[in-house]
């Protein structure tokens, strides 16, 4: 495991994915995806040497990483959650100038009364969601965890 992992010193968790892994063809087109979009939800990123770079849940590698264990992932949809719409119509924008292809502009959507998303595939074709659930809360935002 790479260092950079290891000096970790508080984490969050307790939210409704542990992690999600996606194994991409292109790398560099992924942390420049990821990192538009991620920056706009105020999502920090960590680079690491091994081939893959994580945010939060979220470990993204290339087929020679050591932590992919596999080939090209394609087709999965996560949802990252913001906080507010402007959030949301802001990812939609970072998401289409980065490489992304539209899969369903902002908008409400049938889930739950204030469900509203955008909905993009990134460069290998996964179908990436940010989603404001509005009046929605939450008990606690995450489970802090320090070492």
Not at 52 to 71: I, R, T
């Amino acid at each position: 495991m790479d260092s950079t992992i290891m000096e970790t010193t508080r984490l969050h968790r307790g939210r409704l994915l542990d992690h999600l892994q996606l194994v991409v063809r292109d790398l560099k087109a992924s942390r420049e995806f990821y990192g538009a979009v991620l920056n706009v939800l105020e999502i920090p990123i960590v680079d690491t040497a091994d081939g893959y770079f994580w945010a939060d849940e979220l470990v993204v590698s290339s087929p020679e990483s050591a932590a992919s264990q596999g080939v090209a992932t394609g087709r999965h949809h996560l949802a990252f959650q913001a906080k507010d719409r402007a959030t949301v119509d802001a990812f939609y924008r970072a998401a289409l100038a980065h490489g992304g292809r539209d899969n369903g502009a902002p908008g409400e959507r049938a889930y739950h009364p204030g469900y509203y998303a955008a909905f993009v595939l990134d460069p290998d074709g996964n179908n990436v969601e940010a989603v404001h659930h509005g009046e929605a809360r939450r008990s606690a935002p995450s489970v802090v965890i320090d070492f």
